[in-house]
């Protein structure tokens, strides 16, 4: 029922900045938690960043250089990154689980969308 989709991913220099955007349709629950998620090649799928009532957490990877947000009048969730570095090269992806608390747990979320590439080059 909920649809996410995620735009924004692009490549860019290391140093460079990029604002993803998560436009949410469909999404009924009264508690929530939003959150971004990145695969890169090889590797799992990683929490990144998380937002919900309760507040919002971060991957110690990206603490000080993202920050997550949310514009509730346009059904919107944003990841605004920044010092982007060749780590953060990944497909990144937004998701929802339906929870009151902040959580970057993989099996609390049960909506994700299709992803979008970031390519950080040095």
């Known amino acids: 029922q909920v649809q996410l989709v995620e735009s924004g991913g692009d490549s860019v220099q290391a140093g460079g900045s990029l604002r993803l955007s998560c436009a949410v349709t469909?999404?009924?629950?009264?508690?929530?938690?939003l959150g971004w998620f990145r695969q890169a090649p090889g590797k799992e799928r990683e929490g990144v960043a998380a937002i919900s009532r309760d507040g919002r957490t971060y991957a110690d990877s990206v603490k000080g250089r993202f920050t997550i947000s949310q514009d509730n009048a346009k059904n919107t969730l944003y990841l605004e990154m920044n010092n982007l570095k060749p780590e953060d090269t990944a497909m990144y992806y937004c998701?929802?689980?339906?929870?009151?608390?902040?959580?970057?747990?993989?099996?609390?979320?049960?909506?994700w969308g299709q992803g979008t590439q970031v390519t950080v080059s040095s």
């Open positions: 469909g999404n009924t629950y009264s508690k929530y938690c």
């Open positions: 998701a929802v689980a339906p929870v009151r608390w902040v959580t970057l747990r993989l099996h609390e979320y049960n909506s």
